[in-house]
């Protein structure tokens, strides 16, 4: 199943985002491979607009994997001032799947 997702980044902390990203613990990509993520890629506009992609057999049930694994804790603590967010929450807290309403296959 293809999964897409928008979040918002400060604009004054891009180039850092960008940063952090080309230099992903490791251990996170792990995780994210553990729990079901494939494929995963997220695009930047430069107005801080992130476009998430992933594939998972089951989009909600590794996001849940995601949220509860020790690394991305770690993760989403060191990224959470990255982030334009009403509530002050993490990536996770506001990654909602978009509804896909076209696929050329």
């Given at each position: 199943m293809r999964t897409c997702f928008l979040f918002k980044v400060r604009?004054?902390?891009?180039?850092?985002?960008?940063?952090?990203?080309?230099?992903?613990?490791?251990?996170?990509?792990?995780?994210?491979?553990?729990?079901?993520?494939h494929n995963y890629s997220l695009f930047l506009q430069p107005d801080g607009l992130v476009v998430g992609y992933v594939e998972a057999d089951d989009f909600k049930k590794c996001h849940e994997a995601m949220k509860n694994h020790p690394i991305n804790a770690r993760w989403q603590a060191e990224m959470a001032p990255f982030f334009e967010s009403p509530n002050g929450g993490t990536a996770d807290d506001f990654m909602f799947p978009l509804e896909e309403v076209f696929h050329l296959d």
């Open positions: 604009r004054d902390k891009l180039d850092e985002y960008k940063s952090r990203h080309a230099r992903v613990w490791p251990e996170m990509q792990k995780a994210l491979r553990e729990a079901g993520w």
